[in-house]
Each structure stands twice: as C-alpha cells, then as structure tokens.
C-alpha cells in the first residue's frame, strides 16, 4: 500500500500527468483489488470455501509452482494469492487508430511508459472515454480485460475474472504475465504482448506434457490452430485496408472500401467456421463493427510472434536463454528491435539463406 501511495504521489508531480481524474481511478481501481486479496492457502483452508473454488485454487498453486520451477518466471509473490472482484473483467481497456490508418493510438503513463490501450476499471468510464475518442473521428474498441500486470510493482493475485474459464485459461494467463515482469520494454506494446504470447504457448505445451495429458494437449493444439487461422484472416483483411488507406482515393469511397473488406472478412470467418463443423469461439469478436482499432487489438499481441518463435528455437528450446536474448532486444531503441527482429520472420530468413545447390 505504502508503494501505491508514494507511486501516486510522484505521478501527480512529475510533468505530463495532466489527466488527474484518469489516475484517480486507475489508483483507486487498484487499491480496491489490493485490499480484495487474502493467501491462497488461507482461502484453500477456510471451511467456508465452496469445494470447487477450493480445487481451482489448489491447481492454480501447482501452475504457479510450475511456471518458476520449470519456465524459470519470476519467484515471487505474484499469483500467490486471490481475489473475487465480483464482476467479469478485471478492466476495461480502450483501443483507438485513426480513421482511414491501422496505427494504434498510444498512451503515456508513469512507470510503465507507453502503450497501445487505456485502462478502466468501470466500463462505463471506458465507454465514456471511447464515446469522446469517436467524437474527435478515431475508430474505437473497448474489450474486457481478465487480468493485467502490474510488472512487479505490486504481487498480483488469481481473479475470478479469468479463474472462471478453468485450468488452462490459468496457467496461460499466469505464464503470460509473469512473463511481462521478466522482461518489458517501455513504449513497445506489441513487442511485449508478441514475447508474453510466446512463453504463454511454450508455457501451455510444457505444462500439459507434465500433466500427461494427451488430449488436453491436442485440444490445446487445436485451438492454437484455430487461432492462427483467425489471425491470419486479420493479416490479410490489414493487407487489403492498408492499400486503400495509402490510396489516392477520396475519402467517400475509401470509406466504401473499407466496408466492403470487412464484410469481407466477417464472411471469410462465417466459411472458416464452416470448415471447423461449426466452432464458435470467435463469433463474439465478429458480432461487431469490424474497424482499425479492433482490428488492431489483435495484432498488438501477434505481430512478432512468429521472430519470437524462431528465437527460441534459435536457442534450442532454453527458456532462460531466450530471456536474455530478448532482454538484449529490450535494452535496444524501438527502431533497432523492430529491425532485429525482421531478421527472424520466416519469410525474411527464407529470402536470405542460400538456395540448395542443384
């Protein structure tokens, strides 16, 4: 608590904290989840607790074990602990872009420098928040957040925001944003989110091996897949987007385009969906207006998640020696880690090493 306070304080002295209100209930949101907490081990012990909660405790204690013992995360006292915030999000985050450009607004904000979102811990303060970002002309999105990191200010607890979607919502989310405090580089949201995405799936992989759990771990992977064929429609939808917004066209007919390439895209899904016997895991991120700041909502956690990945195996699977080298790319400016990691794109290290002598 005492950290909140000095944290609170210094932000309303250090030049550019100019939103008070927006840090007043950032605070006040995080003071209430703080004083929310009790030990894990108290709630598991309390008679009170309901049998069910008490063995996704349980279980959440074993991934926390894993996720140090194993992935070699931080060993703290994050995720050690719980809280019931009785509602289904943790925050609420707002995205913006500008109307015809799929660059993400960003944010500035003390001690954690810049990012692609604005948080809140009441949606109706987001919606307000997004309503005005609409006024001024920006494409908007607002999406619940099950938890966040508070990069090893605080010890972040287990929320029944994202225990209530079971055992492997848990563990992904524990190895994704222990992750985070391992490794953070101010004012680069989607080199953070793409490196936390890839030990979260590295995380998942090893987890499920352990637990000898084959379909599990074929479930798993199938999802994976699915999701990479989500992301590919979104790749492919920005492809075409950003050729209209560069366009000379005049703003009535990109507009028209715009349109026609996501109704384009809700379509691609709606056959997509077909080929999966009927899978409707992404028909909520569908069933609403397709624009640049949703669009963009996806990407910021995959954009470098393919050179993540063939850094890792770059490292022969070492987790603890793919953290320094992508602690190495934190250290580096923004230009020089997009650039460093281009060179680990597949389709850049393909154009680069020699054809097979025939």
Known sequence: MLRLIVATTLCLLVAGCTNIAYYAQAVGGQMRLMAGTRPISEVVNDTATEPGLRQQLEQAIAIREFASRELALPNNGSYRSYADLERPYVVWNVFAAPEFSLEP???????????????????????????????????TYVGGVSAYSTLGYFNDPVLNTFLR?????VARIIFHELAHQLVYAEGDSAFNESFATVVENEGMH???????????????????ERKAQFHRLVADCRDKLRVIYVSSLAPDAKRHAKTEVTAELKQNYTDLKASWGGYGGYDQWFNQPINN????????????????????????????????RVAALARLTKTERSAALNQFLPSRKAATEPSPAT
């Open 165 to 169: 979607f079971g055992d492997h919502e």
């Open 293 to 324: 700041a949703v669009l963009g909502s996806v990407t910021l956690y995959t954009q470098w998640v393919p050179a993540f990945q063939a850094l890792l195996e770059e490292e022969g699977g070492s987790l603890p020696r793919f953290y320094l």
């Open 206 to 224: 090893r987890w499920l091996n352990k637990l000898a759990a084959p379909e599990k771990l074929r479930d798993f992977e199938k999802q994976q």
């Open 105 to 139: 607004q960003q944010w500035c904000m003390v001690f954690i420098g810049c990012v692609n979102y604005r948080g809140y811990y009441d949606k109706y303060d987001a919606d307000l928040y997004a309503g005005e970002l609409r006024q001024a002309g920006a494409d």
